[in-house]
């Protein structure tokens, strides 16, 4: 998450409601990294440190060096992964002081704009024979993410929410991140997947997107109109998201995915 403080909300505990549905990109980017043993890893948005956790498992011999925005993840992804250093940073900026091996960002980039710079600028902070790992959400048209932005313009959230800007910004087609890649580096692979997510609980939608993207609308909002949205939002969501016989909600959600060497 790029640097800012955390008026956003970013709550570690709602993050990590859907832990296991949020780790599972991260272990299959994880596994198509072709490194065996990098001296330096980066985890460029870190958040609570599960990620994190994970690369330790992966590359016990490395330095392990955590960056994100949120004092509230740092503090968490500092307990759960002892071994690790964690800074605040902005990662469209932040720089290690020796060139990493890996740098490794599950669903944060897609908080910053700018990738037309921002990538190639990734590749060039890593060492000869680096690793850039890269997925991000691709859900910008999907109801989760647009309905959002629907309801916000509706009265009476308008009058608080016309400012709030989309922090959460749509990406650049994968076309254009290859273009913006593949001279850069000595082999590059991009895929895209759908996971389909069964979730539970009274409104599982709303709770999901309230862990993630969902925080920039309610951290402005007065404390009386939060509910109010959610219910909006919730019946915005229900004919796209609708509940099955077991009491599930499917939510399909779409990721890309990049690995360039240098």
């Known amino acids: 998450m790029p640097l800012a403080t955390d008026a956003a909300g970013w709550d570690p505990g709602q993050y990590l409601r859907f832990a296991d549905a949020r780790l599972r990109p991260a272990v299959d980017l994880l596994a198509r990294v072709p490194l065996s043993a990098p001296g330096l890893v980066v985890d460029l948005g870190c958040g609570p440190g599960t990620v994190t956790g994970l690369l330790r498992a992966r590359f016990l011999g490395a330095t392990l060096i955590g960056v994100d925005s949120s004092v509230a993840m740092l503090e968490r992804a500092r307990a759960a992964v002892p071994g690790a250093r964690f800074v605040a940073g902005d990662f469209a ?49 999907a109801p989760l993410r647009a309905l959002q932005l629907a309801v916000a313009a509706e009265a009476p959230f308008a009058a608080y929410l016309r400012n709030v800007p989309d922090t959460a910004r749509a990406i650049l087609p994968p076309d254009a991140y290859w273009n913006l890649l593949e001279g850069r580096c000595a082999a590059l692979e991009m895929w895209e997947t759908v996971y389909w997510h069964a979730l539970r609980g009274t409104r599982p939608v709303v709770e999901w997107a309230e862990g993630s993207s969902l925080r920039p609308f309610l951290a402005v909002l007065p404390e009386a109109l939060r509910e109010p949205f959610r219910e909006a939002y919730d019946h915005a969501l229900a004919p796209h998201y609708p509940r099955r016989a077991d009491g599930s909600v499917l939510l399909p959600f779409r990721r890309w995915f990049a690995v360039a060497r240098v």
Not at 106 to 122: C, S
């Open 93 to 141: 900026t932040w720089q290690a002081e020796a060139a990493p091996d890996l740098i490794f960002s599950n669903a944060a980039l897609h908080w910053t704009g700018g990738h037309d710079r921002l990538f190639p600028a990734l590749l060039g902070r890593l060492a000869p024979g680096g690793v850039l790992a890269v997925q991000m959400p691709a859900m910008h048209d």
